[in-house]
């Protein structure tokens, strides 16, 4: 069974970090790039970081940039988001996305057949 499944968000203070991991069964991982998406209420879906089928190719929105790191363990068909200096605007539910594409397409608009994650909750508050 295809599945995505998303982990480690939760609630921090601004300044601090996370790391979301998002683990795969059910499909050939290695061969699809993996992107991470946030939607915060009233906002629209948001590319984070995205990243090819090998982690030879990674891509980040500005606002993330210098803060977020995107890595995979294609052996461990997991994908990380480590998530640095965490803002109160990073506030969101993340989801990760998996599809046969490349790292800047998944983050600029994922394929309509891509597989997505339920999604975890990350609160950066005081």
């Known amino acids: 069974q295809l599945q995505l499944e998303e982990s480690g968000g939760g609630l921090v203070q601004p300044g601090g970090s996370l790391r979301l991991s998002c683990q795969a069964s059910?499909?050939?991982?290695?061969?699809?790039?993996i992107g991470w998406f946030r939607q915060a209420p009233g906002k629209e879906r948001e590319g984070v970081s995205c990243?090819?089928?090998?982690?030879?190719?990674?891509n980040y929105a500005d606002s993330v940039k210098g803060r977020f790191t995107i890595s995979r363990d294609n052996a461990k068909n997991t994908v990380y988001l480590q998530m640095n200096s965490l803002k109160p605007e990073d506030t969101a539910v993340y989801y990760c996305?998996?599809?046969?594409?490349?790292?800047?397409?998944?983050?600029?608009?994922?394929?309509?057949?891509?597989?997505w994650g339920k999604g975890t909750l990350v609160t950066v508050s005081s």
């Open positions: 996305a998996a599809a046969l594409t490349t790292a800047q397409r998944m983050c600029v608009e994922p394929p309509s057949r891509a597989y």
């Open positions: 990243i090819n089928y090998s982690g030879g190719s990674t």
């Open positions: 059910g499909f050939t991982f290695d061969v699809h790039a």
